[in-house]
């Protein structure tokens, strides 16, 4: 048997790469983190050789939960598999204000993701005035479209959704109400935001995000019939034979150590922190005149309108990767472009794993400034390119900022 290195020295020296990359930069991709060792350790064992299909013997709790998904998207899938019929109505938060492709994005001339191709989607928004959840306008929306399932949970959203409102305006159509909680999944299970299990009939999640665990996905469902389905028969069923076949043993093995990490004082102490940090950046950003979406934060990210400076997030996002520092751009409401969005989205879940705290937050948020200052005079080079050029210049090697850059 022999070791990466012989068998495929290219892969192995991309891996190296990367390896050295996450151990250089500020990583602040909110839906990034570096698991544990243990959790490595599970997911690179025999376990990955296991083939096995169908499920444990039977559990008696109030909520069920799958965790054979192979990951956030599939994990959705599975839900709307088990609950809806073809063509049925659905409405999740749209993209551009913080949702998620697989709650059911769809354009003017496209219907994106397999969600929106199977389902009838009817995206709720933001009061583009607050940044917050337009909670009025999902239950007027709701009313006239009688949705069959509501999705709460968001990919860019700083705040708590209101669960108990949702709730009443589920239970005012008839409908099911999901919450997809990928992004705060380690901050529920440390109680340091709101928690869905209580108002949501079904709860999903991504497994690597904050939750800092293998990459995978799970389905909580409650154990009472609701609408008349059986959720653990219809979502069990969904999930394997419906959409997968066996389950990836090494990531499940990866989990159960991650869940075990979740229980312990130190991952709640790590969760809290995550938290604390954020603010300490939202605070500082705002300190040094950024405006905020919702004005602040409630989680372990923050999201950045950079309109009132004439910035976008692209250009930002490139100009602080050339200085290792990841982020990513992303859309605030009333955006134009999708691809070239007006703001930008930090976390704090890997950095705080990297063991940063709140002072070191506030420095994260100077180096952000510097390199929004750094790419107002790049685009002032070049000024009235369009992105492509722009990123052609800044790219280049006799790009005249690159030693401000790298500094
Ligand atoms: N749901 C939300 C809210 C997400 O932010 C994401 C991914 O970022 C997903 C689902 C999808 O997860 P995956 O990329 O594992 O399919």
């Known amino acids: 048997d022999y070791g990466r290195s012989e068998v495929d020295p290219e892969v192995d020296e991309i891996i190296k790469k990367e390896k050295n990359r996450q151990f250089r930069s500020l990583e602040l991709i909110a839906s990034e983190n570096f698991t544990s060792r243990a959790v490595m350790e599970t997911v690179g064992s025999c376990l990955t050789n296991k083939y096995s299909e169908g499920l444990p013997g039977k559990r008696f709790y109030q909520m069920g939960v799958n965790v054979q998904p192979l990951s956030g998207s599939p994990a959705n899938f599975a839900v709307y598999t088990a609950i809806l019929k073809p063509h ?58 009688r949705p069959k399932l509501i999705i709460a949970g968001a990919s860019a959203y700083s705040r708590d959704f209101d669960y108990p409102r949702m709730r009443k305006i589920a239970d005012s159509v008839g409908a099911f109400l999901m919450m997809d909680m990928a992004h705060i999944s380690g901050l529920v299970a440390a109680s340091v935001v709101a928690d869905p299990f209580e108002y949501c009939d079904i709860v999903t999640t991504t497994t690597h995000k904050s939750l800092r665990g293998p990459r995978g996905g799970m389905i909580f469902f409650k154990k009472d019939p609701v609408n008349g389905v059986e959720l653990e028969t219809a979502i069990n069923n969904a999930v394997f034979p419906g959409l997968q076949g066996g389950p990836h043993n090494h990531t499940i093995g990866g989990l159960a150590v991650c869940l075990k990490h979740a229980q312990s004082p130190e991952f709640k102490a790590y969760q809290r922190r995550v938290v604390a940090n954020c603010k300490a950046l939202a605070n500082r950003l705002v300190e040094l005149g950024f405006e905020l979406v919702s004005g602040g934060s409630d989680n372990h990210l923050v999201l950045v309108d950079l309109r009132p400076l004439g910035m976008d997030g692209a250009r930002v996002e490139k100009i602080l990767d050339m200085a290792s520092i990841t982020l990513n751009k992303n859309s605030v409401p009333g955006d134009k472009s999708a691809l070239v969005p007006g703001g930008i989205r930090i976390g704090t879940p890997a950095m705080t794993t990297r063991g940063l705290r709140e002072k070191d937050f506030v420095v994260v948020a100077d180096l952000i400034k510097e390199g929004v200052e750094i790419t107002m005079e790049a685009k002032k080079l070049v000024s009235g390119t369009k992105l492509g050029e722009f990123t052609k210049l800044v790219t280049s090697p006799d790009f005249p900022l690159k030693e401000k850059v790298e500094s």
């Open 88 to 145: 049925d109505r659905i409405m999740g938060l749209d993209l551009p204000h913080g949702g998620h492709l697989s709650h059911g994005f769809m354009t003017a001339k496209r219907r994106v993701s397999g969600t929106s191709i199977y389902f009838e989607s009817m995206p709720y928004r933001l009061d583009e005035s607050t940044g917050i959840v337009d909670y009025d306008m999902l239950e007027k929306t709701a009313a006239l479209f």
